[in-house]
């Protein structure tokens, strides 16, 4: 596995390539963005990598990782990343601002192992973080979203302080914010150690929803269409597989997060288990699930999002890399 790193804004924290086969020079790469290390679409990424999908596809893929949801946006509206994994709503704010990109492929209905979190030893409930700091990943980011819609939710306010998907653990057993956005499986980690507890589980309390989705540029979509199918399959690919060897895929989430078996069999069962496996943008359910999820942003604050129908492309269908 090959390490890097490289600045992709000035404006940006430098990015983590995590890994990129050795593939002849004559394949072309697709550079991948994902919004935090120790998240389910990266361990779909690094298997689709470790079970060389990409390779049968006939392409060369480079994962890069970010800060958050809002950094991987900006680094493919800035070029830097031709697919990405990303909250919807962005897309929709995306195009309101020029940045002209679609959802490709559904990847979640939901908030799986997404939690508010508190100290174990900490008496506070929802309503009692009014006034309060929260931890998220960063601004416009699924963190962001989720403490919004907690706002909303919930009637209350609290400050939202963007401290990075390594910073949100970190900070929250330091005591520097009084609650945290945790995803999985670090929600499931810190619950199991007993350093923190949860106070509202968002995956049971939010409505299902096309809550994430992989996403491209337009212009990328039009340069490379077979590009963009070739990655879709290797990423469904590796998700197939995933779902179809729960032994090797808890051994990879637990070397990738360096997190116990126990700890990675639950983000397997309660988070891998859960993905969306079609992709599919054509189903009936797409277009009503897509606005739920653009309802839910502008209800926690979002503005300018456009109608579900502006960003939806049902250009691809996932076929599955046979592994």
Avoid: C
């Amino acid at each position: 596995m090959k390490i890097t790193r490289r600045h992709i804004l000035a404006t940006i924290t430098a990015a983590t390539v995590l890994s990129a086969p050795a593939m002849a020079q004559a394949a072309e790469t697709v550079r991948i963005g994902l919004p935090t290390k120790t998240y389910w679409p990266t361990t779909i990424a690094e298997t689709a990598v470790r079970q060389k999908l990409f390779e049968k596809e006939g392409i060369a893929a480079e994962l890069t990782i970010y800060r958050g949801g809002a950094e991987t946006f900006e680094a493919m509206a800035a070029g830097a990343a031709d697919v990405i994994l990303d909250a919807t709503s962005l897309v929709s704010a995306g195009r309101k601002k020029g940045v002209n990109s679609k959802v490709l492929a559904s990847a979640a209905t939901g908030y799986y192992g997404w939690q508010l979190m508190t100290l174990s030893k900490s008496t506070l409930g929802v309503k009692d973080l009014a006034g309060k700091k929260v931890a998220i990943t960063s601004a416009g980011s699924g963190s962001d979203l989720l403490a919004l819609w907690t706002q909303q939710d919930k009637k209350i306010e609290f400050t939202r302080v963007p401290v990075g998907g390594g910073g949100l653990v970190p900070n929250l057993l330091a005591g520097n914010v009084d609650a945290a956005v945790v995803y999985s499986p670090l929600s499931f980690q810190i619950s199991r150690s007993g350093e923190a507890r949860t106070i509202l589980d968002f995956s049971k309390e939010v409505p299902p929803n096309l809550a994430a989705g992989w996403i491209a540029l337009d212009k990328y979509v039009q340069d490379k269409p077979q590009m963009v199918q070739k990655t879709l399959n290797a990423l469904y690919g590796a998700l197939m597989f995933m779902r179809a060897n729960k032994e090797a895929s808890v051994k990879l989430i637990t070397e990738l997060y360096e997190i116990p078996a126990e700890i990675a069999a639950l983000e397997y069962e309660n988070t891998i288990m859960k993905l969306e496996t079609d992709g599919s943008m054509d189903g009936p359910k797409i277009p009503e699930q897509l606005q739920l999820a653009l309802d839910m942003a502008k209800a926690g604050g979002m503005k300018d999002l456009g109608p579900a129908a502006e960003i939806i492309s049902t250009q691809f269908k996932p076929v599955p890399t046979k592994f």
